[in-house]
């Protein structure tokens, strides 16, 4: 197990990690591709229990029952819960301190990618939420 840190750009929001990832992927979601205004973002799903904060989280609701953290002095992402995933918080891997501890195994809502983000990584790119659908046939 790697214990896991990261926060936002200015520092008042901190996150560590106690437990292995429940999965790590590439999300190309509208949503998240307006919230992070970056072609995608990348996620490592977290059991909420196996994280701990440091500081206050501002949190916007993107759609019904979902709930996206963010610091309120510096604006920087830092994770996402939906009543999906009540056990689950999905952290942005782009806070980690170290990013080169990040494992993407998937892209996840594939169907919804910008055509410049042309990604040729070898990895599943699912239509939808990975693990839940079959790879895109079509996907390059
Ligand atoms: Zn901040
Ligand atoms: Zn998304």
Avoid at 43 to 70: E, H, Q, Y
Avoid at 97 to 124: F, I, K, S
Wanted: hydrophobic letters at 30%; glycine letters at 10%; aromatic letters at 10%.
């Amino acid at each position: 197990m790697t214990e896991l840190t990261g926060g936002c750009l200015c520092g008042a929001i901190r996150w560590k990690t106690t437990g292995d990832p429940l999965w790590q992927a590439h999300c190309h979601c509208t949503s998240c591709r307006r919230a992070t205004a970056s072609p995608f973002t990348s996620f490592i799903g977290m059991r909420k229990t196996d994280v701990t904060w440091t500081g206050t989280l501002a949190t916007f609701a993107s759609s019904p029952g979902v709930s996206r953290g963010f610091c309120g002095t510096c604006g920087t992402q830092v994770h996402f819960e939906s009543d999906r995933w009540p056990e689950e918080t999905h952290l942005y891997a782009a806070s980690l301190d170290n990013p080169a501890l990040y494992r993407p195994t998937a892209h996840v809502n594939w169907a919804e990618h910008v055509d410049w983000a042309d990604l040729h990584d070898g990895l599943p790119k699912y239509p939808s939420m990975g693990g839940l659908s079959p790879p895109d046939p079509d996907a390059p």
